[in-house]
């Protein structure tokens, strides 16, 4: 199996029809066909339906794919391996919810970047960063969703969770409140792919209490615009903005708290850059307000017992 006829394979599976695969690999049409027939007939599976100019997967394509696109990347693994002299000429790209980059990684690379290979960010949601670190090529994830098993993997901190308010609110000036409070007030609240939303959902459960009115939001700076404009406390983990004031939100007394994490496939050409870097990028983000290191005691500790007091 040559990887010039993978590389056809997963050129057409994207594009949905060889025409536009060819056309996008400066490839005749007919060729990539005849390549793609020839791997099939090595592979003894069918792996587009072609019907009227399109092709489409198959499900022994749509297995086929993950494959296809995991020995791309290793050949492109191998081909910067071979060419890389020193760290300071590696380029890392880290998958990060926008938040994140934002506030910690931006800022970490204006003060620490000169010590590290160039480090590049592509956005996405938590819930999907390390899918997306496989579907891109990337070199490692940052997120609130615990990553695959095999990856390595480093919990870098802990991230508060607060009720983001305007002036004028009820809850605008206190230093924290509680979940039972809390939900007596309209809340704009991350959709159920987001981790702390996630902690809040399981917080509202242990308080016995019921969900107030919500609105539900994709992007957590457009529920801190909601916020702001008036529509209830946003439930995030993010720097204030807008003119917003944060709230800590607190059951029995403890706040509610995220954790973050960094993995990277533990085979990676770059495992140990990788390592350093995320081992430099954990040490300094206690410098970020409301984040701590997940080896240190904070004052405000996870909640790891979710349960009403009366019932410990």
Do not use: C
């Not at 069918?46 to 749509?62: M, P």
């Not at 480090?119 to 609130?144: K, N, Q, Y």
């Not at 990553?147 to 983001?164: D, F, I, M, N």
């Amino acid at each position: 199996m040559e990887l010039r006829v993978v590389k056809y394979f997963l050129a057409v599976s994207d594009a949905g029809s060889i025409t536009e695969g060819a056309r996008r690999l400066h490839v005749s049409q007919p060729s990539v066909s005849r390549q793609l027939h020839a791997l099939e007939r090595e592979l003894g599976v069918v792996l587009f339906e072609r019907a009227q100019g399109a092709a489409r997967l198959t499900h022994a394509g749509r297995r086929f794919r993950e494959l296809a696109r995991d020995l791309v990347r290793r050949e492109a693994m191998a081909r910067e391996f071979v060419g890389i002299a020193e760290v300071s000429e590696l380029h890392l790209t880290v998958i990060a919810p926008f938040a994140t980059i934002l506030r910690t990684i931006a800022p970490f690379t204006a003060a620490r970047g000169g010590r590290h290979p160039i480090v590049d960010t592509v956005e996405e949601r938590p819930a999907l960063v390390f899918e997306r670190v496989l579907e891109a090529e990337a070199d490692l994830g940052i997120s609130t969703v615990a990553p695959p098993a095999s990856w390595s993997t480093r919990k870098l901190a802990s991230v508060g969770v607060a009720a983001h308010v305007p002036p004028g609110h009820p809850l605008h000036g206190r230093h924290d409140v509680e979940v039972a409070e809390l939900v007596r007030t309209p809340l704009v609240l991350m959709d159920r792919t987001n981790y702390a939303r996630t902690v809040f959902d399981d917080a509202v459960a242990a308080a016995q209490v019921d969900t107030p009115p919500m609105i539900e939001m994709h992007s957590s700076f457009t529920a801190q615009a909601h916020a702001a404009a008036g529509r209830g406390a946003a439930v995030l983990t993010n720097e204030p903005v807008f003119g917003l004031h944060p709230v800590r939100i607190m059951l029995n007394g403890r706040q509610l708290r995220v954790q973050l994490f960094a993995a990277w496939e533990a085979g990676h050409y770059a495992r140990d850059a990788i390592a350093d870097w995320v081992e430099d990028f954990g040490r300094w983000l206690p410098n970020v307000p409301d984040i701590a290191r997940v080896d240190d005691p904070p004052l405000d500790a996870p909640a790891a017992d979710l349960r009403p007091a009366h019932d410990r």
